[in-house]
């Protein structure tokens, strides 16, 4: 159906102080902006995450605020995001409402889960598959913002470290900016070693067993992230229980 302002050529003419000029038509920017949501590939249980349906805590304020100004300079950023933080406080929640804040730009976004990229990219290796393994990782190399969901969440190896330093270094190099969220801390926090009821001076032992980001992905990698991403630690109970809790009925 052709719009009736423009009469489907997506141009209109409009004047200001007796000049007239040919300027976009509404239509245009609303059919961009639906196309560029489409290819964003976000998922639908994140479809409804905004930074008006955020609640911030103490642990995530800072947070919220860094992803504003985010998109308020964007394009003028120099750096990406590495949301870092236990699950459920709100990592996701915030990059994908920086995605949805810039498509209204029309910046091009594109979000993937760290094991469903792995997954798509080594299920282009089956003699079977009707996909290359660029057809995966061009949209990856090409979009203005690439959102990195839940990254260390595959354990490494080899071939995963090779992977994920070709995707960081193609855009680090092209001046692309990334958002990664990740639940691995870089430094594991401790607590004195009781030992037969009392506390040494000394020993200390971690307050969680888990690795550290850097564990989790390689050195070479985390340093690589240092140079292109600003760390943006977030803490707090997890929403997701919470929600999940309140919502039982005996």
């Known amino acids: 159906m052709n719009c009736e302002k423009c009469g489907g050529t997506t141009w209109i003419i409009v004047e200001k102080n007796g000049v007239s000029y040919a300027k ?8 961009k902006i639906s196309l560029l949501e489409a290819s964003a590939q976000i998922p639908e ?3 409804h995450c905004s930074f008006s349906n955020f609640e911030p805590t103490k642990g995530t304020e800072d947070a919220l605020k860094i992803s504003k100004k985010f998109v308020e300079a964007f394009p003028d950023v120099e750096v990406g ?3 870092m933080g236990p699950p459920g406080v709100g990592k996701t929640h915030l990059a994908v409402a920086i995605m949805k804040e ?8 594109l979000f993937y889960d760290f094991r469903d990229l792995l997954h798509k990219i080594q299920s282009t290796f089956s003699p079977d598959s009707n996909e290359e393994e660029m057809d995966i990782l061009g949209p990856v190399f090409d979009a203005e913002l690439f959102v990195l969901d839940e990254l ?11 992977i994920l330093f070709y995707i960081i270094n193609s855009r680090y190099n092209s ?4 958002i990664f969220t990740t639940n691995f801390l ?4 401790k607590k004195k070693k009781e030992t037969y009821g009392f506390f040494q001076d000394l020993d200390e032992e971690p307050l969680i067993k888990e690795p550290t980001l850097e564990e989790r ?5 985390r340093s690589r992230l240092y140079e292109m991403c600003k760390t943006v630690r977030m803490s707090g109970e997890d929403f997701r229980k919470k929600v999940k809790q309140g919502s039982y009925r005996f």
Do not use: A
């Open 102 to 109: 810039l498509i209204k730009k029309g910046v091009s976004c």
């Open 217 to 221: 992905i390689g050195k070479r990698l």
């Open 24 to 31: 976009r038509c509404e239509c245009y920017i609303k059919n």
């Open 186 to 189: 870089d430094d594991i926090p």
């Open 152 to 162: 260390g969440s595959k354990r490494s190896s080899p071939w995963v470290e090779e």
């Open 175 to 178: 001046k692309k900016l990334t």
């Open 45 to 47: 249980r994140y479809s």
């Open 81 to 83: 995001l590495l949301f």
